[in-house]
């Protein structure tokens, strides 16, 4: 079966740092990017950036530019999105998800983790 | 950048019922347009791909029109499970994508 498998929930406080992690499997995880997207408390989806696992190529959505690092380990088939200095505005709930291609230029988000939970509180 | 406006925001209906929910990207992007549907504090599940596509598994009462920059999604007859939010997602811009805002079905 294919599936990310992502770390588990989050307690920190502001200025603390933080790495979550995303965990491939049932694929060959270098050879699908891999996105991240950010829910915040009773809000929509915002696509934060992704990855190439395969040669670590990363594009970022420019809101979030500077505020996040994407990185990944294809020798783990994890895939990771850190923060150096935590806001209490970055409470939300994280996805990771695997960007699929049909007919080899139809791009859509098919396998999806299950979701990280961060709260940043003091 | 695109820019992804969806509408309604929410709306009711009841079992049954037949809607539907536009998007509207701020450029042409052709049929790249997916659309998702999310339970609450669940992971987005794939609806529709390449503007009218159906994701393997996904009920028929699911489909999608549209081209360029108008896009519908429609649920031809309500179930229970349908009361959730729904997503559109340009992927014009692979690898970057952007996402709708959100329609809420709720039960009238």
């Known amino acids: 079966e294919e599936q990310l498998v992502q770390s588990g929930a989050e307690v920190k406080k502001p200025g603390e740092s933080l790495k979550i992690s995303c965990k491939g499997s049932?694929?060959?995880?270098?050879?699908?990017?891999i996105g991240w997207v950010r829910q915040m408390p009773g809000k929509g989806l915002e696509w934060m950036g992704i990855?190439?696992?395969?040669?670590?190529?990363?594009r970022y959505s420019p809101s979030f530019q500077g505020q996040v690092t994407i990185s990944a380990d294809k020798s783990i088939s994890t895939a990771y999105l850190q923060w150096s200095s935590l806001k209490a505005s970055d409470t939300a709930m994280y996805f990771c998800?695997?960007?699929?291609?049909?007919?080899?230029?139809?791009?859509?988000?098919?396998?999806w983790g299950q979701g990280t939970t961060v709260t940043v509180s003091s | 950048d695109i820019r992804v406006t969806q509408s309604p925001s929410s709306l009711s209906a009841s079992l049954g019922d037949r809607v539907t929910i536009t998007c509207r990207t701020s450029?042409?992007?052709?049929?790249?347009l997916n659309w998702y549907r999310q339970e609450p504090g669940k992971a987005p599940e794939l609806l529709i791909y390449?503007?009218?596509s159906l994701q393997s598994g996904v009920p028929s009462r699911f489909s999608g029109s549209g081209s360029e920059t108008d896009f519908t999604l429609t649920i031809s007859s309500l179930q229970p499970e349908d009361f959730v939010i729904y997503y559109c997602?340009?992927?014009?811009?692979?690898?970057?994508?952007?996402f709708g805002g959100g329609t809420k079905v709720q039960i009238k």
């Open positions: 997602q340009e992927s014009y811009s692979s690898p970057q994508f952007t």
């Open positions: 990855i190439y696992p395969g040669d670590s190529e990363t």
């Open positions: 998800a695997r960007r699929y291609v049909s007919n080899g230029y139809y791009y859509y988000m098919d396998v």
């Open positions: 450029q042409n992007v052709d049929t790249y």
């Open positions: 390449a503007a009218s």
């Open positions: 049932g694929y060959s995880f270098t050879n699908y990017w």
